[in-house]
Every structure is written in structure tokens, then in C-alpha cells.
């Protein structure tokens, strides 16, 4: 499929947003207090992710064949949500006492629950293209899997959080929108391996943004206290 211009615009658009995000959340870690972990954690993610673009854009460039669905691009963003949970684990909003236990079931209910989705996704279409082998459905399956795993973590730590209770909220909102772009995403592969993810794009994106109002909205607070 031919890429349409607003997914042309909103792809362009990704790679500065992510790159003046990235450094407001750098910046805004030196500042965040006891949050300083929390906040780095979420820095070291939003890099991760974005190295991974830069490395998925620099192989399609030198490269005559394009990347398959799982590939070693992917380690840049599964290290992303292993950033992403160890900063909603290690938040200070959480009682120490409970916060190991609380996340541990979190995981492991999350990733049960979204694999056995995912799979009766794949079940449930009647044909599937002979294109569609199994590498290129757990290629787009496995971020949805662990999407509601950094999800329901969010959750737990908006939850428990008095003093930043904006920053979480906005936090959790967010990753609901990253998680909604990955089961488009999914969805519209299982119809066409070459399905432009536009939709999912512009999710992804406002993930991105909630996450630059998250980092505004510290670095203001942090002034006024």
C-alpha cells in the first residue's frame, strides 16, 4: 500500500517531537526530587524507542530489503517497556511494602490475560494470508502483551499518587493511548501485511505529547514549590 499524506506528516512529525521530548524528560529528571528515578526511567524509555526508529530508518537506507515484523530492531523497543515498568515499580507513590507483590500479580495477570486475547484475535479471523506467518503476527502481537502490562502498572501508581496526581493521570492516559495505537496496529495486520498504521500513528503521537505535558507540568510545579 502507498502511504497517505497524513501518514507521511505525522511519521515526519514523530522523529522532533520524540527528540524535544526526550531532552524535556532528561531535564526534567535532574529536578524531579524523589521522583528523579521515576522520571529517568521514563527518559531512558522514550530514547530507547526512538533509537529504535532511528535504527529501523537507517537499515531501510541502506538496505535494498525491508525489515521483517520481528527483527533486531525490536530489542531497542522491548527495552522500552522494561524502562517504562521499572519506572511505574520503582514510584515513590507506592508503598514499598506492597509495591513488589502488587506488580508482580499485575504482570503476570496482564500478560496472561493479553496473550490469550491476542491469540483468540488470531483464531477468530476465518482466512489468513499466506503472507501472515507467525513471525509477522508475534511481531505486532507481543506490544499489545505487554502494552497492558505497563498499562495496569500506570494505573496502580495513578492510583496511589497524591502529591502528582495530574503528572500520573496524564501518564496513564498516555499509555492508554499507546496501547490502543498496538491493538489497531495488530488488527489491521492480521487483514493486510502491508496495512499503512496510520491510525496507530497518530496514537502514538498523543502518547508522545501527553508524555512533553507530563515533563512541562513538573518542571512548573518544581518552580513553584
Not at 529501523?56 to 531497542?76: E, G, M, Y
Request: proline share 5%; hydrophobic share 60%.
Amino acid at each position: 500500500m502507498t502511504a497517505t499524506p497524513l501518514y507521511t506528516f505525522l511519521s515526519a512529525l514523530g522523529y522532533p517531537l520524540n527528540l524535544l521530548i526526550i531532552i524535556l524528560l532528561w531535564l526534567v529528571a535532574r529536578r524531579a526530587g524523589e521522583y528523579r528515578q521515576f522520571v529517568t526511567f521514563l527518559a531512558l524509555g522514550w530514547t530507547l524507542a526512538l533509537g529504535g526508529n532511528i535504527a529501523w530508518v537507517i537499515h531501510d537506507l541502506v538496505s535494498p530489503t525491508p525489515l521483517p515484523a520481528l527483527s533486531w530492531v525490536d530489542a531497542f523497543y522491548v527495552s522500552r517497556y522494561v524502562a517504562l515498568f521499572l519506572a511505574f515499580w520503582r514510584s515513590p507513590a507506592l508503598p514499598s511494602a506492597t509495591r513488589g507483590r502488587r506488580l508482580a500479580i499485575t504482570l503476570l495477570v496482564t500478560l496472561l490475560t493479553a496473550a490469550l486475547i491476542t491469540l483468540e484475535l488470531y483464531q477468530a479471523r476465518a482466512t489468513v494470508p499466506a503472507e501472515l506467518a507467525w513471525p509477522l503476527i508475534l511481531g505486532y502481537a507481543m506490544y499489545p502483551v505487554m502494552d497492558m502490562a505497563v498499562l495496569y502498572a500506570a494505573w496502580h501508581a495513578d492510583a496511589a499518587e497524591t502529591r502528582w496526581r495530574i503528572g500520573a493521570s496524564l501518564l496513564l492516559l498516555g499509555a492508554a493511548c499507546y496501547t490502543t495505537a498496538n491493538w489497531i496496529n495488530l488488527a489491521i495486520h492480521l487483514f493486510s501485511a502491508k496495512a499503512i498504521p496510520t491510525l496507530p500513528t497518530f496514537f502514538w503521537l498523543a502518547s508522545d505529547v501527553l508524555a512533553g505535558v507530563v515533563a512541562i507540568w513538573i518542571l512548573r510545579k518544581r518552580e513553584t514549590n
